[in-house]
């Protein structure tokens, strides 16, 4: 029985949809989203000052600049201060930062989110787009996403240098010796520790690792066990993206605020 060719459908100029509902808020408010992060997050990365605070005996450090690999006297530097070679324009930020920004920039879900948002690749589901063909992530410079992987190795080191952060945030130094406390800012790095973690574990890669390449997870039940608490926070992997997004963010501005003497940190215990 022959059949005849069915048509392709006509190429939508940009914009062009048959959809009713407010289709473009979505990749809207994505774009203003991740462009006030990168915009503040580049200015707190570039600034290189205010990013640790010891008033009242505390020892806060922005994740921005952890782990800090030079900074000034009496900060928690792991080669002391910043070699006289180096550039000013180099902040210890910025020797870091490549490590958890590339885990982010090469995520399955924010690929999704800032291709939609920027590059109007399309700017959502059935809405004509500023391209006639689909090169997809099979060339450069897109092929390049496939390290994200690697990057989640990094970002799971990130995650425990993060938490000894949240553990020296507890150890409050009074008359010289170092007392166990809790202070606001303890409670925005626990929290920073959380949200990142729950961002994390819910990679779409370590799902891939820990129970991705199995034909049968029945017969290993340490790792069955694994990979349901993985797909748990996947689940939700678009909520926890946007919420660490915002903390890390704001666990930086509440340091800084704190360093420059704008805000206090109140002791709870």
Not at 28 to 35: A, M, S
Not at 171 to 196: A, C, P, S
Request: net charge positive.
């Amino acid at each position: 029985m022959s059949q005849a060719p069915l048509p392709l459908p006509q190429q939508r100029r940009f914009g062009q949809t048959n959809r009713t509902d407010a289709w473009w808020l979505q990749p809207i408010v994505v774009f203003l989203g991740l462009g006030a992060f990168i915009v503040y997050s580049t200015w707190a990365a570039f600034v290189g000052v205010d990013y640790f605070y010891a008033g009242q005996g505390a020892h806060y450090l922005s994740p921005f600049y952890s782990p800090l690999v030079f900074g000034g006297p009496h900060e928690p530097s792991m080669f002391g201060a910043k070699p006289e070679w180096m550039p000013l324009w180099v902040s210890p930020a910025l020797l870091i930062l490549w490590a958890p920004g590339g885990f982010r920039f090469t995520c399955y879900y924010y690929r999704g989110a800032y291709y939609k948002a920027f590059w109007a690749d399309p700017s959502n589901c059935a809405v004509g787009e500023p391209r006639s063909c689909y090169r997809g992530e099979a060339s450069l410079p897109l092929i390049l996403q496939n390290i994200h992987r690697y990057f989640l190795y990094l970002a799971l080191i990130f995650i425990l240098i993060l938490s000894w952060d949240a553990w020296k945030g507890m150890w409050f130094l009074t008359d010289g010796v170092e007392e166990w406390g809790i202070g606001v800012g303890t409670l925005v790095l626990i929290g920073n520790v959380i949200f990142l973690g729950g961002y994390t574990f819910g990679c779409h890669s370590l799902r891939h690792l820990i129970g991705g390449r199995f034909d049968s997870l029945s017969k290993k039940p340490a790792r069955m066990k694994a990979y349901e608490c993985v797909t748990c926070l996947n689940k939700s992997h678009m909520r926890w993206a946007w919420i660490s997004l915002f903390w890390v963010g704001f666990t930086d501005f509440y340091i800084r605020m704190c360093a420059m003497g704008v805000w206090t940190d109140w002791r709870i215990i």
